[in-house]
C-alpha cells in the first residue's frame, strides 16, 4: 500500500466551482501534513499547512481527519490561475524529509 | 532574498558518464533536502544534511550517488556512473528550524537530468 494515495484526476471543472481533494494516508505515526501546489516544470510550492482543527485561508480550506487518516482541501471560486498539480505532503516531525503524493491534476476552464 | 537556486537547470549525458548537480540553499538555512521525481512516480527523499553532517541518506538509491556539502553551504550530487534510470527530475529543497514554529521547506526548480 502507497504511504499517500491520491485521485490523480485531472478534475476539470469551469471558473467559479468549487472542488474538493481527498487524500489518505497509511502511515499514523504521520505528524505534519501540508498542501502543495505545483504548476507544470515547477517546483513545489507550500500552499498550506493542516491543522488537526481545520483551517482555512481565502478561498482554500484544509482538513484533517486523524482518525480516518485523511486529508482535505477544498478551493471555493474557481480561478484559471488555480490549474496545478496539487500535492498532498505528510512529515513525521519538524526537520524529516516530506512524504508526497503522486498529485491531483486541476484544470479550470473559462 | 534569493531563493533556493540549482544548476544546471538540464542535463543530457549518456550511460555510464558522470554527472553533478549543485544546489545554493536559502542563506542561513540550515536543513537541505535532495529529492528526486522519476517519470510517472511521486516525489520522492534522497537525502538530508543539517549543516555539513548528512542526517538521513536512507533515500539514496545506491552507491552511485554521493552528496556533499562542504561548509554547510552548497551541496553537490554526484551520479557516477549514470543509468537509464537515473533520469529524472531532481529537486533541492532547504529550511530554517525554528523553536515553535512549523518547518517550511522552500524547493529550488530543480535539475532535470536525461540519461541516454
Not at chain 2, 14 to 38: A, F, M
Request: proline share 5%; hydrophobic share 30%.
Amino acid at each position: 500500500r502507497k504511504e499517500v494515495e491520491q485521485d490523480p484526476g485531472p478534475f476539470n471543472v469551469p471558473e467559479g466551482a468549487t472542488v474538493a481533494f481527498n487524500c489518505t494516508y497509511s502511515n499514523s505515526a504521520s505528524q505534519s501534513f501540508f498542501w502543495y501546489r505545483q504548476d507544470c516544470r515547477k517546483e513545489p510550492k507550500l500552499l498550506m499547512s493542516v491543522y488537526s482543527s481545520g483551517n482555512e485561508d481565502g478561498r482554500f480550506t484544509a482538513q484533517l481527519n486523524r482518525a480516518s487518516q485523511y486529508i482535505s482541501l477544498l478551493i471555493r471560486d474557481s480561478k484559471l490561475s488555480d490549474s496545478a498539480t496539487y500535492l498532498c505532503v505528510f512529515s513525521f516531525s519538524g526537520n524529516t524529509p516530506l512524504v508526497f503524493g503522486k498529485g491531483t491534476r486541476l484544470s479550470v476552464i473559462a | 532574498e534569493a531563493g533556493v537556486t540549482q544548476f544546471p537547470s538540464h542535463s543530457v549525458i549518456e550511460k555510464g558518464q558522470t554527472v553533478t548537480l549543485r544546489c545554493d540553499p536559502i542563506s542561513g538555512h540550515d536543513n537541505l533536502y535532495w529529492y528526486r521525481r522519476v517519470m510517472g512516480k511521486e516525489i520522492k527523499f534522497l537525502l538530508h544534511f543539517v549543516k555539513e553532517s548528512k542526517q538521513d541518506e536512507s533515500g539514496m538509491p545506491n552507491n552511485r550517488f554521493l552528496a556533499e556539502r562542504t561548509g554547510g553551504t552548497y551541496s553537490t550530487l554526484k551520479v557516477q556512473p549514470a543509468e537509464l534510470e537515473d533520469s529524472g527530475v531532481y529537486f533541492c529543497a532547504s529550511s530554517q528550524p525554528l523553536a515553535g514554529v512549523r518547518e517550511t521547506q522552500y524547493f529550488g526548480p530543480g535539475t532535470r537530468l536525461l540519461v541516454l
